[in-house]
């Protein structure tokens, strides 16, 4: 394979994404929305592989990756909404991220500058998912999304003024706002798929400290659940928090106290050693854990179970 197909092209601006892909220059250098109903994109150029300076927000009509439960298939079948974040890698064939879209909105962080949308924006956790992890729409949370495009279509075609900036801002959040509640929705209709996905990730938290893998990787990190369970770690926890009110460090955390109370109790290490046995580099990190959660340090725990 050559190598330019390996690289991915970075866009840092709206202006160089819509050069590659042959649409029309954008009408603001901070945002554009683009109906590819009425646009042309070259299938060469709409599998090629890029990443991000801005954030995308697309409605594909069709999507694979659909959930089975047993026998049937529970997802939506009106298309779905797929998120990126910049500095992410999207595109290339196969991918879902190059499926033929009805809507790409396009947005640059500058264009949140001065709006507290600009920090809220980094705790939606969808920017975060995999395509397989992709917003499954009913025919009813469709056409809310598209209506939102279409009136969001209509203000960035309009006559720029003093509330253009602010009525566009007010449209983003309303769609970031609907998409949180949509997938608080699939979290729900995939119950059944979400609760074996918790048994299996306290089973890898069992294993976890059962052989030990703490002295051989030090602490459970959530990157490590989220591999073993072919999720992203924004979708894990995020489902986790929707099943038990608690995000997968939190489960962590709760574990780390459990097994550090249980060599408190039963075993006459150090403070230091018991620190080591749970994976912390430094006891210093240790103790300021275990007493945030517990109101004791490890010695007060220690003196007081005795």
Request: hydrophobic share 35%.
């Amino acid at each position: 394979m050559k190598k330019e197909e390996l690289t991915p092209t970075k866009f840092r601006s709206l202006t160089e994404a819509h050069l590659f892909f042959d649409l029309p220059k954008p009408k603001h250098p901070l945002i554009s929305l683009v109906n590819e109903v009425h646009s042309f994109m070259p299938q060469d150029k709409m599998y090629h592989r890029h990443v991000l300076g801005f954030y995308k927000i697309s409605y594909k009509p069709k999507l694979s990756g659909k959930v089975e439960y047993g026998q049937d298939y529970y997802d939506f079948d009106q298309g779905g909404l797929l998120f990126a974040a910049p500095g992410q890698i999207v595109g290339g064939k196969g991918s879902e991220d190059s499926a033929c879209s009805q809507f790409s909105l396009f947005i640059h962080p500058d264009f949140f500058w001065g709006y507290p949308l600009a920090k809220k924006i980094k705790q939606f956790g969808f920017f975060s998912y995999s395509i397989k992890e992709t917003l499954h729409l009913s025919e009813e949370e469709k056409n809310t999304v598209l209506s939102i495009f279409s009136f969001m279509e209509t203000e960035l075609n309009s006559r720029i003024d003093d509330f253009s900036h602010d009525v566009v801002i007010s449209q983003i959040e309303l769609l970031l706002n609907y998409a949180n509640r949509f997938y608080k929705r699939q979290f729900l209709t995939r119950k059944t798929v979400a609760g074996n996905l918790l048994e299996k990730f306290e089973a890898l938290l069992d294993e976890y400290f059962k052989d030990d893998l703490s002295v051989e990787y030090g602490l459970p990190s959530v990157s490590y659940f989220a591999d073993h369970l072919n999720l992203s770690p924004s979708y894990l926890s995020d489902m986790l928090r929707s099943l038990t009110g608690q995000s997968t460090q939190q489960h962590i955390h709760d574990r780390l106290i459990a097994e550090a109370k249980q060599l408190l109790s039963a075993t006459d290490l150090s403070v230091g050693e018991v620190a080591f046995a749970l994976g912390f580099e430094h006891s210093q990190s240790f103790n300021n854990l275990f007493k945030s959660k517990t109101k004791l340090s490890p010695l007060e725990f220690r003196r007081s179970f005795n």
